[in-house]
């Protein structure tokens, strides 16, 4: 009722003859709209107070450990051979950017995109760097949380232990290789990310945003890819797996543990900074944005 009232009003305030048809917008916002809508979301970034951006990032990082934890459960089933385990797997890891783009959430990686500001002078660097910091933190901290209600609820244990035994392998498949090579999965991971945050930023409605970031999210997932945020969950859990007694027989359980979890995410996060950053944000700022007089010193 109250939008056929809105639509009389503004028909009422239409002088008398026009017959102009009004028509709502539904197609998704260009590349350069969709540049001006990034651009602004990554000023009011930086001027979000530092408890609130963490606060907000611990809902991230505990969302997409939520997409990391459905992950193990879809792809525990030995009965799916490995190409459609890996899709159906980045089809559920999916959930985590949904309830990240849906419901509102600070995500390191997505934040990679404040750069375009950055280059557009709508922010400082030292603004940027801020929310950076206390942004990876605090989905840290969301991730770290999510793993100690997982591990106390006993979901480790379903499907007869085998969600436990898949956490170990899938945490120690990602310290095992060299320190470069997860540095260049984090860069082909954040491209997709990026480029799936900007499909959530053009879109026009939440089916829009949800259908959107599905191919990109299950793609970077079923193809291997290193996202740092994700492994602030798939590497502690399956530390807490291991120490549970689950996955002994996993290949390089050895190597699973803090100082492996912390190799992992260096090149993980630095690879994803670079991927977002230099290949998504500033690549379309350059094909879309526009400069800006220099940001407010002071922010």
């Not at 260009?30 to 979301?41: D, R």
């Not at 290193?226 to 050895?254: I, R, T």
């Amino acid at each position: 009722m109250g939008k056929n009232m809105m639509d009389d009003d503004k028909r009422r305030e239409r002088p008398k003859g026009d017959t102009t048809v009004l028509r709502i917008g539904v197609n998704a916002l260009t590349p350069v709209e969709t540049e001006e809508a990034v651009e602004n979301a990554g000023v009011a970034k930086t001027r979000l107070a530092g408890g609130r951006a963490f606060v907000s990032a611990m809902f991230a990082g505990a969302f997409i450990g939520f997409g990391a934890l459905f992950f193990l459960i879809v792809t525990a089933d030995p009965a799916m051979t490995w190409g459609p385990k890996r899709f159906v797997g980045g089809l559920a890891f999916c959930m985590g950017l949904v309830l990240v783009l849906c419901c509102g959430a600070e995500l390191f990686t997505g934040n990679s995109l404040m750069v375009s500001d950055l280059a557009a002078r709508k922010v400082t660097a030292r603004g940027m760097l801020r929310n950076w910091v206390i942004v990876w933190f605090g989905n840290l901290a969301g991730a770290l949380l999510l793993v100690t209600l997982v591990t106390m609820a006993g979901t480790m244990g379903l499907a007869d232990g085998a969600v436990g035994d898949l956490a170990v392998a899938t945490a120690a498949a990602k310290v095992t290789p060299a320190w470069g090579t997860l540095f260049v999965r984090g860069i082909l991971c954040n491209v997709l990310v990026c480029l799936a945050v900007r499909i959530g930023f053009a879109a026009r409605s939440v089916a829009d945003k949800v259908l959107g970031i599905l191919l990109p999210i299950a793609g970077f997932v079923a193809m291997g890819f290193e996202h740092c945020v994700a492994n602030m969950f798939f590497l502690p859990m399956g530390l807490a797996a291991k120490l549970l007694g689950y996955g002994a027989d996993a290949a390089g359980v050895g190597a699973l543990d803090v100082p492996g979890i912390l190799f992992n995410l260096s090149a993980a996060t630095l690879g994803n900074i670079l991927g977002g950053s230099l290949f998504v944000a500033l690549a379309y700022w350059y094909l879309n944005g526009k400069a800006s007089a220099p940001a407010d010193k002071a922010r």
